[in-house]
């Protein structure tokens, strides 16, 4: 026993020190995480951001230096809080509310205390510096636009929040990330990668030279140029004649699937958003909820698509041989089906084929084309899927995959959907025939009725619109957008729907908005629309809708306009897109009493009726 | 000429490996931009280099010696180094407050480093004499008296953590056949001084009473008989549980009370007496499974470890070599303590067994408390680590006492003819 003791004490202390030492280095991280925190500095060098140029390489953004006051909570030392808040121009108060966050965030990791000081505030104040321990200044790299538009497509940076901080390891507190548009769509390529310098310290938190030798340490490198499918002039035309009115405009080359312009109002000064003032206008725009001019209708807008959409139920007819281009059908103001319902129509000649009822836009004849290819099928459901399918074809239904962050998939329905509604099933091409019209239950974005428009001109295919044209000078090589997306409807089936559209503007709704030498088609679209006032229905204005492509032959442009409450498709769309077109295949515009009317015309006050509290007349 | 049967080279290899890592570390621990090659002597571990050389040439001296010289001269050695402790109070240097240095032109000599070889030899010729019963009071008194008296010079230096290491010749005489009843009343008092600081007197006094009528109600037959016994221990634990109480608040300076508190977890301090710990475990739970790697170590380059080659080697072992390298110091050391086990027991004379335990008892009270402290399970006691801390006379007076053992045990067998 007496030999045994210190035996069993020696072994007993060394279990409890090996025990101990396998739970502080194995099984503890918390002081692995601890000692990268106290003993290293790490300093970042922000690379530039890549500049942003339009398809004809006209600068559209570029980037100004911006100084971030940062602050370490632990190395600050007490201070002239009253002197140091009139440097940086914000009250003691928020500077102490600000600090106290920083603490909260991290006491050893910096925060960003005041960001984005202007050159004089910073020269200014890089002269007091010294005399605040524990403050220093992080350049970075801030946006400078060079045009007052396009900010939908743009997108802006500002600082990277919590949970994208802890999402990705990138991106510390104050750093910029990309939000909206092409800014967040291509953050990885704009965004380039911030240098690394890390800095070995001793316990007095004196730097005592770079760690390792610098074996760690990286160059930051700077951000790849992109080049957008988008043409600046049109873009800013396009927001021009969209001024004071609610819509969006997508135009889109057919032959590339490259997006010539995305327009959506009311927008805002992409110059808003930069800067100290960034926060206080971002939150103006935000609370807007009325006009949303941070919605962007051109890609989140879902709109019935009204009349344009009588080019597809064409098209499905014809591949589904239901009817040739020569029968004619009759229209009086619409026609009766069912046991009580009637689909009403405008005076036209009557009766009519294919190509005029499209130039007319007879909704007898689309109506009653629509049933017979439901009905070619043996049952309704069989009908609605295969009406289905060949929309889909055409990137209707779903999201289309263009390369912008924000969508929304629209909505074509099939069996199931109306199998949801009547659950017995027995439904029929009756009860959904408003669709064979692009009302009913149909509904589309801009951009999809764009590229809708863009496969109709190019007979039969397209490119997922894209807006990515170039990366530092090298095309995209994205398969998604540099290969064909080929229609369910065969080539030759669309020429009679082109001439249909042609004759829209020869001689059907659109005639008195020709361009004078060149071919040009279209379709005119009219949508009721609906609003909830009070919890009642309430059926507004209707939107105004147009879709055109030219020339006729070869196209080089296709084109949605949506304007809201704009009453008729060639009242406000049909004259925009006109000019548009105009503007893109001509760069002048030889109608400018056409150009005044849009300009000085506003729909404002329609736009106020639903929310004047007050009883009010619609489409007048 | 007595015969002699060789030198352990087991533990002569335990020795030489636990040196040698050592330096490493200090060398790594010390580097810095300075340094011109590894045995640059304006460095740190230049110098350790140097005692390392010096304390060769120290071993081959003491195992050239007689093996006899060291029993019949141990009164003398030991007589020597009281005086020369003793000294201090008028020769003494001081360094970072304690007054424990002989100055030498450019080096330090630090004597309780080498009285404690000093003591263990005076222990085992008072222990090996024919006269003496280890179970007799009297001898008890005198034995404990050869113990006490170099601690009592060494506590005023001021030198507590040296001091406390005298504790360490418990091993040889509770090994002779001292009571282990002391044994357990020191442990009792240890526990009611933790228990005291942790919950108070008063709950300390409610416990002793509890346990005694625990006990009491167990042992019914028996009660009559020791129901006064009982009575005399519980009350003398809660006068203890009062004066430590008392010491403790009124006597002890609040440097001291820090110390008890930050490693009973009553007190959270990173930036005060607690940074020293605080940084220590950060640097050791730092290395992982393999460490950062040699002069790698982030804690280690920034100095944020206070003493780091001295009293805080163990903080770099942990950093750079991760759990793979502390592993293996603590396994090298208890090698090292089991080995010198084995061989006091082999020993024929009574003389070189005591001496055996006693360097066992050194060693083992040095690895425990230094690492312990390290690792933040003890209270911040400065000694140093065996063969490991940066110190010539640290060094060299653990060289000293582990090879006299060494020749004591080449020579076991000529011992008794």
Redesign the interface.
């Known amino acids: 026993m ?2 045994l ?3 069993i ?3 007993l ?2 279990f ?3 025990g ?3 739970y ?3 099984v ?1 991280e ?3 995480i ?3 925190n ?3 500095k790490i300093e970042y060098d922000y690379p530039q951001r890549g500049y942003i140029f339009d398809r004809n390489g006209e600068l559209l953004v570029s980037n100004q230096p911006s100084y971030d006051v940062m602050a370490i909570p632990r190395e600050v030392e007490p201070f002239d809080t009253l002197e140091l808040s009139t440097l940086l121009n914000i009250t003691p108060d928020k500077l102490g509310k600000r600090l106290d966050k920083a603490k909260i965030y991290s006491p050893r990791l910096p925060s960003v205390i005041v960001p984005q000081l202007t050159k004089e505030e910073y020269a200014y104040f890089q002269e007091k510096l010294r005399k605040y321990e524990g403050f220093y200044i992080q350049k970075r790299s801030s946006r400078d636009y060079q045009i007052d538009y396009a900010s939908n497509v743009l997108g802006y940076i500002s600082e990277a929040n919590t949970s994208e901080i802890n999402n990705n390891p990138y991106y510390q507190a104050g750093d910029l990330i990309g939000r909206q548009g092409v800014e967040k769509q291509y953050e990885d390529i704009l965004r380039g990668t911030k240098g690394v310098k890390y800095i ?4 007095f938190n004196r730097e ?2 770079s ?2 030798d610098g074996i760690y340490d990286t160059l930051p490198v700077k951000g790849k140029d992109i080049s957008l499918t988008i043409d600046a002039e049109l873009q800013a035309y396009g927001e021009k004649l969209m001024k004071n009115k609610w819509g969006g405009i997508v135009a889109i080359e057919p032959s590339s699937g490259e997006i010539l312009s995305l327009v959506t109002a009311p927008s805002y000064d992409p110059d808003l958003l930069v800067g100290r003032k960034r926060s206080k206008n971002y939150t103006k725009l935000w609370y807007d909820s009325i006009s949303r001019p941070l919605y962007d209708r051109s890609l989140q807008a879902m709109y019935p698509p009204g009349s344009p959409f009588k080019t597809m139920t064409a098209l499905i007819a014809l591949q589904e041989n239901v009817i040739d281009t020569r029968e004619r059908i009759d229209c009086h103001h619409g026609f009766s089906y069912g046991r009580s319902s009637r689909m009403g129509c405008h005076s036209h000649v009557s009766p009519l084929s294919m190509s005029p009822a499209i130039a007319h836009s007879c909704n007898a004849y689309f109506g009653k084309v629509y049933r017979r290819i439901i009905e070619s099928y043996d049952s309704p459901q069989a009908g609605m899927n295969a009406w289905h399918d060949h929309l889909a074809s055409f990137g209707l239904g779903n999201f289309l995959g263009n390369d912008l962050p924000v969508g929304q998939p629209g909505r074509i329905p099939d069996a199931a959907y109306y199998n949801k509604w009547y659950p017995d099933t027995r439904w029929q091409a009756t009860y959904t025939l408003s669709n064979g019209i692009g009302q009913g239950e149909v509904a589309t974005t801009p951009i999809q009725l764009a590229n809708m428009t863009a496969a109709i001109a190019n007979r039969g295919w397209f490119y997922t619109p894209h807006i990515l044209k170039e990366v530092n000078g090298n095309p995209i090589k994205d398969k998604q957008y540099t290969v064909k997306n080929k229609t369910t409807i065969d080539a030759e089936n669309f020429e009679p729907i082109i001439q249909g559209m042609h004759d829209v503007y020869n001689y059907g709704t659109a005639q008195f908005l020709q361009i004078p030498g060149v071919e040009i088609c279209g379709k005119t679209g009219t949508a009721e629309n609906y609003t909830k006032i009070d919890g009642k229905k309430t059926q507004l204005t209707d939107h105004s809708i147009f879709v055109a492509f030219a020339p006729k032959d070869n196209p080089k442009i296709a084109i949605a306009v949506f304007v809201e409450n704009g009453y008729w498709g060639s009242r406000y769309g049909g004259r925009i897109a006109s000019l548009m077109i105009e503007k893109y295949l001509k760069e002048e515009i030889t109608r400018t009493d056409l150009e005044d009317w849009v300009m000085s015309h506003s729909l404002e006050e329609e736009y106020a009726k639903p929310y004047s509290g007050e009883p009010f007349k619609i489409n007048q | 000429m007595s015969k002699s049967t060789g030198f352990d080279w087991l533990s002569i290899l335990l020795f030489l490996l636990l040196v040698a890592f050592g330096w490493v570390n200090i060398y790594s621990a010390s580097l810095n931009d300075a340094a011109q090659g590894f045995f640059d002597l304006s460095q740190t571990y230049g110098r350790q280099g140097l005692f390392i050389v010096l304390s060769i040439v120290l071993i081959i001296f003491i195992l050239s010696i007689e093996a006899k010289f060291y029993e019949r001269f141990s009164s003398v050695i030991y007589l020597a180094s009281l005086l020369s402790l003793l000294g201090l109070f008028v020769f003494g240097k001081t360094i970072s407050g304690a007054t424990s240095w002989y100055a030498f032109g450019g080096f330090s000599i630090q004597p309780s480093e080498f009285a404690k070889a000093a003591t263990a030899l005076a222990l085992a010729k008072y222990l090996s004499d024919i006269q003496t019963n280890i179970k007799s009071f009297k001898h008890q008194l005198g034995a404990f008296l050869i113990i006490i008296l170099p601690a009592l010079i060494i506590v005023p230096q001021p030198d507590p953590g040296s001091a406390l290491v005298y504790a360490a010749f418990f091993f040889p005489l509770y090994r002779e056949g001292l009571s282990g009843g002391y044994l357990l009343v020191g442990l009792s008092f240890i526990s009611l001084f933790v228990f005291t600081l942790l919950f108070g007197a008063i709950w300390v006094s409610v416990g002793v009473v509890l346990l005694a009528l625990a006990i009491l109600f167990f042992n019914r037959k028996k009660k009559k008989k020791y129901i006064g016994r009982y009575v005399a221990i519980s009350a003398v634990s809660m006068l203890f549980a009062f004066s430590v109480n008392y010491i403790f608040h009124n006597v002890f300076e609040q440097r001291h009370r820090d110390r008890f508190n930050i490693v009973l977890g009553k007190e959270v301090d990173s930036k005060g007496i607690g940074y020293n710990t605080n940084q220590s475990e950060i640097a050791i739970g730092s290395g992982g499974w393999t460490g950062k790697g040699w002069t790698q170590g982030t804690q280690t380059k920034g100095n944020f470890v206070p003493e780091q080659h001295t009293d805080y080697i163990f903080s770099t072992v942990g950093e750079e070599w991760g759990f793979a390298g502390t592993a293996t110091v603590v396994l090298l050391f208890i090698a090292l303590l089991m080995r010198l086990i084995f061989l006091a027991e082999r020993q024929k004379s009574k003389f070189s067994r005591v001496y055996g335990y006693s360097v066992v008892g050194i060693l083992f009270i040095h690895f425990l408390v230094n690492i312990g402290m390290v690792i933040g399970i003890f209270p911040t006691v400065g000694i140093p680590l065996p063969f490991f801390s940066y110190g010539g006379s640290g060094l060299w007076g653990f060289t000293i006492l582990l090879f006299i053992f060494i020749k004591l045990d080449s020579n076991r067998k000529a011992t008794y003819y």
């Open positions: 007496r030999r003791l210190p035996f004490l020696i072994v202390t060394g409890v020190f090996l101990r030492l396998f502080m280095q194995i503890d918390s002081s692995a601890l000692s990268q106290n003993a290293i070995q310290k001793d316990r005592i030279g760690y390792k």
